[in-house]
């Protein structure tokens, strides 16, 4: 875990930010500009690069709604357990990706999979692949969280 966490820093905007303002520092320093305090001002332009890009939002509540009413108006079953994967997701930081993109095309896959039970009897269980697709979108929350 400590490890995909730091992976996950070296990745964020923050990091690259800061690492361009250090870079920054150090063409300073080659210019003849910082002196001997360069290690220092390496480091205070990392910092305020860091501190200058905002943090990870929380998803807004709108595209909340919508994909619960969404989801009520195609006829998703309560046994898939969307309601905890849309509650888990009002309170996690950066999951833009799965509210805007991951989540709705899973219920586009609900309603295909639904037409299809419909021409071929038998076939796949279209609550089934949403209710894995939504248990899958649940661990990614949950590693989100911790």
Do not use: K
Request: proline share 7%; glycine share 16%.
């Amino acid at each position: 875990m400590a490890t995909s966490r730091a992976l996950e820093y070296l990745e964020s905007p923050r990091n690259l930010v800061g690492c361009a303002a250090g870079a920054v520092g150090l063409g300073l320093h080659f210019a003849g500009l910082a002196g001997p305090w360069w290690p220092g001002v390496v480091a205070g332009l990392y910092g305020a690069g860091a501190l200058l890009v905002p943090g990870r939002r929380q998803p807004e509540a709108q595209p909340l709604r919508e994909l619960a009413e969404r989801a009520e108006l195609v006829g998703v079953p309560g046994s898939v357990g969307l309601d905890g994967l849309l509650a888990a997701l009002a309170g996690a930081p950066g999951v833009e990706r799965i509210v805007g993109w991951e989540l709705p095309v899973a219920l586009d896959g609900y309603v295909r999979a639904r037409v299809w039970e419909g021409l071929e009897p038998g076939g796949v269980d279209a609550a089934a692949v949403l209710r894995a697709e939504v248990d899958r979108l649940t661990g990614v929350v949950a590693r989100l969280v911790t």
